[in-house]
């Protein structure tokens, strides 16, 4: 099982960037999947979940109408459109998989079986 991150990259304020998160080794078609972030010298924190038929989205309050995750099941895929970034959303950005079918609350990263190594996103100021 194996999830890679890519899509990050140095940036202006303001600018956008797409993360994508590839999974292989197994399908994840009916997982929940999320996207979280830590920042040097912070916990990691959740960004977004999505469910597995894609309808349902939770978003942090920090990102909230500036960040969309989507995926494609077909393609074992997630995505995180970043929109007006900010310095603040700098951190290194991790995907990972959730497979319980049973959680109504936000997700938490001890809920999650599977990570990627994380892909780096700075944005200056």
């Known amino acids: 099982v194996q999830l890679v991150e890519s899509g990050g990259g140095l940036v202006q304020t303001g600018d956008s960037l797409r993360l994508s998160c590839a999974g292989s080794g197994r399908t994840f078609t009916l997982y929940s999947m999320g996207w979280f972030r830590q920042a040097p010298g912070k916990d990691r924190e959740f960004v977004a979940s999505i469910n597995w038929r894609g309808n349902k989205e939770d978003y942090a309050d920090s990102v909230q109408g500036r960040f969309s995750i989507s995926r494609d099941n077909y393609k074992n895929e997630v995505y995180l459109q970043m929109n007006s970034l900010k310095p603040e959303d700098t951190a290194l950005y991790y995907c990972?998989?959730?497979?319980?079918?049973?959680?109504?609350?936000?997700?938490?990263?001890?809920?999650?079986?599977?990570w990627g190594q994380g892909t780096q996103v700075t944005v200056s100021s």
């Open positions: 990972a998989v959730d497979r319980s079918t049973q959680r109504t609350r936000r997700l938490e990263a001890d809920d999650c079986d599977y």
